[in-house]
């Protein structure tokens, strides 16, 4: 069988893969330094990137930081998920107006933007994957979020560093992109500044053949296995065997109390996940009573009103919301979805703003479990 | 049926809020066509007498004569909304509530014998029964167009009580906190204002009052092992517009 061709791209040569991608009518969206953090947003050229910037992180604690050398991608993920692009925060479905008797319906109009993201990880493939069987894998398809899907160019970049926060080696996720690309880049600095590129897709293919490539040396396959090795070092760790099940056992744990002690119920870590779905639907009126709206927001189940229904809320306590997170996430997921809710990336441990950290949580319970046993 | 008839009321307060209402502009128009406006003196000196189909009130309650008007303007109103932290909450001058408020009068009025208060500010559901609280210091005007369409249109507003952290989250705002260190009362404050200030890189001033389950004493501890705040930081965080709220009042009395 034929052996996967793999390509370098000069760094100096990454705006032809801008110039490609913008010829083929996507819009570029990827990484840039804003307001102290590395956000997703337009981007036109390679000048857009945090060439330079890495990101320091901890429980409820993010800096970027200069870096000593030239890195386009020397960071890890930052407070923003590439859902926003795939399923918005906040859209108006449809609008009416009144037409006599009857009323005039206008949906918003369907056609799908055409995003091409750079810089996408490994572990938030993983999360595309995931929100494509949420949204398109069951019995009812979320057309809008499956026509952004389809349209969507992705640009892989494998990490070859690691945050405190990330664990994707424990959920298997990354730190290399296996699939799910059109293009992967691995970011090397020796024996030159370049990205050894593989190809996911024939999109990929057509895409790259459009650029000067040459054909990566021995040495540059070694400097861009280094780097993804030196990312799977990393210090947190989940442990997934028999997660799901010891979650389900401890409804009743008093662990829930402890952690409603310090969570603000405030909702951050399900924002910044990104594989969190939730959202709620407003209808509006206007002053006239002549026109009507429903718009769809980002909702989170430590909102309140997230589980009302008729009589009252099912889910009154921080603690109840808690469990319910944390169980969906890596427990309940599996039922509903067939895998883990959770891909690593250590968003929801970075942006709490009280610092509660997942993995820690899940071993605190595993070793209450522990206790318990020994003392009975 | 004639148009809904509006009122609009202030107590002790700076009219910010019912300001908001004439910085409708573009939508103000649908309002007077909406509702006959039939009490609002900022706006008229056409005052016409009650009763009112809603009244919006401003301003909290700080005289003996301001707790008996509003007993009457309740009497006379199918609906009572309370608009901003003042009618809410109490306001910024509920901080009197934790002072001497004779000692306040001789220090700042030169004839203090002509002055008649009482010694604690409090909001309008202290004195009668409300129906919907609009919190904000000031509102938003767009919430406020979308509670008194609500009350048109017999719907239930819809007025989130989730944290400012969920604003800044659906704007793409990064966390002051987390990326730069800021003490925020984003994650225990209603939401409401479109999370405002982390969009101009400040902290939350927390002028939406407490959220549904404000868990103020974790952050007040975050803040002051991580943060480097001090107690006076923090109970100066919690002590201001929404002081009287139970939560706020509670946790700034915790710290100094």
């Known amino acids: 069988m034929e052996k996967a061709l793999i390509l370098t791209l000069a760094a100096d040569r990454l705006d032809q893969l801008f110039h490609e991608l913008q010829g083929r009518g996507y819009e570029c969206v990827g990484p840039t330094l804003r307001d102290d953090a590395i956000v997703y947003d337009h981007i036109e050229s390679s000048a857009d990137l945090p060439r330079g910037w890495t990101d320091e992180q901890a429980p409820g604690h993010y800096r970027v930081k200069r870096r000593d050398d030239d890195a386009y991608f020397g960071y890890v993920v930052g407070p923003h998920s590439w859902k926003k692009y795939l399923f918005p925060p906040e859209r108006r479905l449809w609008q009416l107006k009144r037409a006599g008797q009857k009323f005039d319906r206008t949906d918003t109009p369907a056609e799908p933007p055409r995003y091409a993201f750079i810089g996408v990880r490994a572990c938030e493939i993983a999360a595309l994957k995931i929100q494509d069987r949420v949204f398109t894998g069951g019995q009812f398809t979320e057309p809008k979020y499956a026509a952004a899907r389809e349209q969507a160019f992705v640009v892989a970049v494998n990490c070859t560093q690691a945050a405190s926060t990330c664990f994707c080696v424990s959920m298997k996720t990354g730190p290399e992109a296996q699939d799910g690309y059109d293009l992967s880049l691995t970011e090397v600095l020796t024996p030159e500044h370049s990205f050894v590129i593989r190809v996911g897709s024939d999109h990929g293919r057509e895409v790259l053949a459009a650029l000067q490539t040459a054909a990566a040396t021995p040495a540059h396959e070694q400097a861009a296995r280094a780097g993804i090795e030196n990312a799977s070092q990393q210090a947190r760790k989940l442990e997934t065997a028999g997660l799901k099940e010891l979650l389900q056992r401890n409804f009743e744990s008093e662990q829930w109390d402890d952690i409603a002690k310090r969570c603000l119920s405030c909702a951050n870590c399900t924002m910044a996940c990104p594989t969190c779905f939730c959202s709620s639907v407003e209808d509006t009126t206007d002053l006239t009573g002549e026109h009507a709206e429903r718009w769809q927001r980002w909702d989170s189940c430590f909102n309140p009103d997230f589980s009302y229904i008729h009589g009252g809320e099912v889910r009154k306590t921080t603690a109840s919301r808690y469990r319910q997170w944390m169980t969906h996430k890596l427990s309940t997921w599996f039922d509903q979805f067939g895998s883990s809710g959770c891909v690593g990336c250590g968003r929801c441990i970075s942006w709490c703003p009280v610092g509660i950290d997942l993995t820690e949580e899940a071993r605190k319970m595993r070793e209450s479990e522990g206790t318990c046993h020994e003392g009975s | ?256």
């Open chain 2, 1 to 256: 049926m004639g148009k809904p008839r509006l009122a609009v009321w202030k107590f002790a307060s700076c009219d910010g809020c019912q300001l908001s209402l004439l910085d409708c502009e573009d939508e103000l128009l649908a309002v007077a066509g909406a509702v006959e406006i039939a009490y609002f003196a900022e706006a008229s000196s056409n005052l016409q007498p009650g009763p009112y189909d809603v009244s919006l009130v401003e301003g909290s309650i700080t005289t003996a004569h301001d707790a008996e008007r509003i007993k009457e303007i309740r009497r006379q109103s199918g609906a009572v909304i309370t608009i901003g932290a003042c009618a809410t909450a109490g306001g910024i001058q509920a901080l009197r509530n934790f002072a001497d408020v004779e000692e306040f009068t001789r220090a700042v009025y030169a004839t203090p014998a002509f002055i008649s208060t009482l010694d604690r500010s409090t909001p309008i559901s202290d004195h009668i029964q409300v129906d919907f609280e609009l919190r904000g210091c000031p509102i938003n005007k767009y919430q406020l167009l979308e509670v008194i369409n609500a009350f048109l249109n017999k719907r239930r507003p819809n007025i989130r009580a989730h944290s400012v952290c969920v604003e800044c989250k659906q704007r793409g705002t990064v966390c002051v906190t987390v990326a730069r260190g800021e003490p925020c009362l984003g994650p225990v404050t209603h939401a409401g204002c479109g999370a405002l200030c982390p969009s101009y890189n400040r902290g939350c001033f927390g002028c939406y009052g407490p959220k549904e389950l404000p868990n103020t004493e974790s952050l007040a501890a975050w803040a002051r092992a991580e943060l480097g705040a001090t107690d006076r930081d923090i109970k100066r965080l919690y002590h201001n517009f929404n002081t009287w709220t139970e939560p706020f009042r509670s946790e700034g009395n915790r710290n100094g």
